[in-house]
């Protein structure tokens, strides 16, 4: 297990170099600076050269790079030429809250809708509720989420006035981003467990507990979802990845103070740092995510053996 | 009882040797192709949706050129019009027919799609073909590259892409195809491994059989249902990114349009004009649901062992 999990944090050490290279080196093509255009080229030559010292753009390229990746394993990513004299991970940390607030009510919402649905479905297959599931599955994985974002803040908050948009202040203001980034958790995993609990329904030890005059109810808890709902774990990576990249247009939908959004930001303010900053937070969240699902999904379930690459298909 | 005793001897004939009928194969031949089609074309949803993805592609091409307006002619006498017989479905801030760019906005969000899966269809079944056929040190260090590649987040890396290249639907698909390709691969050497382990494989090599003509002849046509499975997957999953980028401001630029493009300017006229983001909202979704019930239509076709 240590073994797996070392050779997981050198290839995550490894990807997070190529991120930080590859985004490096598209900064550098960028065209623009951070600097005003026109105001920088009315300055004097001298007060140009003082003003790329001071961050540290007179240097070559692959000395830049360097100092930059030095930099960074120190837990500094430069300060944010957008919001002046504030360091990256302060701007960063500053705005983690609401996105951590909305992402995980739109985990467990999905969560708790998609299974009930599943489960349901997969009691009842070919039934009313089954259909229903599956209808519902096809649009929750078809309906882009800043779709879903901006027909949601037209008809409930514009149209009906029922929930506040476009701004944050109260609980209230993140129950939309919330109900638009469910969708796909929900459809997700609603289709999941339906196949897997239809699956587990095939088995012989269900057979023999239903032969035995066991109880529906207590069949399905007692046999059925203890093996069902484990295989969840391995969708919940993609769920957490698929809700970081929703909340990027669903936070800047609804003007939300949140990661995604600055990232949005960012991008349009051409604030590299802050970009090269919120590019290495993401992989690291993301390789996280993945590593502690797949170690999680070796441990709860038995049948699964870690041995080198095969956890990791 | 006694009527079956009265049965005379001579009724009683010897079976006789009938190996030839008892082999006989009473079911017409069907390559694993023909069967995968009998499957499709019972499955009407799938069916249905194949129809629309055509009629839509279709009218993506004519309307656009068929229809006295142009997706870029302004006419600002006439802007944010309601959907009239004149434009079914309205005019934008500009005054350009909805009903034109909405249609050639869907082409060019499928000639995206199409071309993005394509691409990745290249890299990425050649790429997982040659490391599994090769295996041994190649195939270890094209995993390696493989298992690095997957722990990037592919959005952040794209919209990156699209900061730094100069705007187009070339940029789109080729800032697409930078990680794109790594689950063909995957899946591609995952089948092909698989394949090659098989007894017909074994069979075919204790024959004589060069290892070209085995893959050109056993692994290749084995592996096809799955590249298809995952092309039909990765057009709506390219036309969303497309959509995604464009929403986001970092694709296509007017007067140039996508669905994406609609989409991001009917939100910003949603307090005066809903109906802008309405439709081409209604158009992608219809998009992504056909694309996705082809694709399941086909997985459970082609593929019917295959888990969903």
């Not at chain 1, 500053?94 to 607030?101: E, H, K, T, Y």
Request: glycine residues 8%.
């Amino acid at each position: 297990m240590a073994k797996y999990i070392g050779k997981r944090l050198i290839y995550m050490a490894v990807t997070l170099f190529v991120v930080a290279a590859l985004t490096f080196t598209l900064m550098k093509i960028l065209p623009g600076s951070p600097f005003d255009e026109e105001r920088f080229l009315r300055l004097e030559e001298a007060k140009q050269a003082e003003a790329l010292a001071r961050y540290g753009l007179d240097k070559p390229v692959p000395i830049q790079f360097a100092r930059y990746i030095g930099n960074m394993l120190k837990g500094d990513f430069g300060i944010s030429f957008y919001y002046t004299n504030i360091p990256v991970t302060k701007v960063i940390f500053s705005r983690i809250g609401p996105s951590a607030l909305i992402g995980a009510q739109a985990i467990l919402i999905g969560l708790a809708i998609g299974l009930s649905l599943g489960i349901i479905a997969a009691c009842r297959h070919n039934g009313f509720i089954d259909n229903f599931t599956m209808v519902l599955a096809v649009l929750g994985i078809s309906v882009p989420n800043f779709v879903a974002a901006a027909l949601l803040q037209y008809y409930f908050g514009l149209k009906l006035g029922w929930l506040p948009i476009g701004f944050w202040k109260s609980w209230s203001c993140s129950v939309l981003p919330s109900v638009a980034l469910c969708f796909s958790p929900l459809a997700t995993c609603a289709r999941f467990i339906r196949t897997e609990t239809l699956d587990v329904l095939q088995q012989d030890y269900i057979v023999t507990a239903r032969s035995k005059g066991m109880t529906q109810a207590r069949m399905l808890i007692k046999h059925t979802l203890r093996n069902s709902i484990i295989p969840v774990i391995t969708i919940m990576g993609p769920m957490v990845v698929n809700l970081l990249t929703g909340s990027l247009a669903v936070e800047s939908i609804f003007s939300i103070p949140g990661i995604g959004g600055l990232f949005t930001e960012s991008v349009k303010n051409n604030d590299y740092n802050v970009i090269m900053g919120l590019t290495m937070f993401y992989s690291l969240f993301y390789m996280v995510t993945i590593l502690i699902v797949d170690v999680t999904y070796g441990l709860v379930d038995p049948r699964i053996h870690i041995a080198g690459e095969e956890a990791a298909e | 009882m006694n009527a079956q005793m009265n049965i005379p001897q001579e009724l009683f004939t010897p079976a006789g040797d009938n190996t030839a009928k008892q082999e006989h194969i009473a079911r017409q031949h069907h390559s694993a192709f023909y069967d995968g089609w009998i499957r499709l074309r019972k499955n009407k949803a799938a069916v249905v949706c194949a129809v629309i993805i055509l009629i839509i592609a279709v009218m993506s091409i004519v309307v656009p050129m068929t229809s006295k307006y142009t997706y870029f002619d302004t006419d600002y006498a006439n802007k944010i019009a309601k959907p009239s017989a004149e434009h079914p479905f309205g005019t934008d801030l500009f005054g350009r027919d909805q009903w034109v760019r909405i249609w050639y906005g869907t082409g060019i969000s499928l000639l995206i799609g199409l071309a993005a899966a394509l691409i990745n269809l290249l890299i990425g079944v050649f790429y997982g073909a040659i490391s599994a056929i090769m295996g041994g040190k190649v195939d270890a260090i094209m995993q390696r590259i493989i298992e690095v590649l997957v722990g990037i987040p592919s959005l952040i890396i794209v919209i990156l892409f699209m900061m730094a290249l100069p705007p187009g639907i070339w940029t789109i698909i080729a800032a697409m195809s930078v990680t794109g390709w790594v689950n063909m691969a995957r899946l591609v050497r995952a089948k092909i491994l698989n394949l090659k382990s098989q007894e017909f494989v074994l069979a075919a090599q204790l024959l004589g059989t060069s290892t070209w003509k085995i893959i050109l002849r056993h692994l290749i046509p084995n592996t096809i249902s799955v590249i298809v499975i995952q092309v039909m997957f990765a057009i709506p999953s390219a036309i969303f990114t497309e959509a995604f980028l464009s929403f986001i401001g970092v694709g296509l630029s007017e007067p140039k349009a996508s669905l994406g493009v609609l989409i991001n300017n009917g939100y910003k006229a949603l307090r005066a004009a809903p109906f802008l983001l309405i439709y081409p909202a209604i158009a992608i979704i219809l998009i992504m649901i056909c694309f996705s019930i082809v694709g399941d239509g086909l997985r459970d076709a082609f593929d019917p062992r295959m888990k969903h």
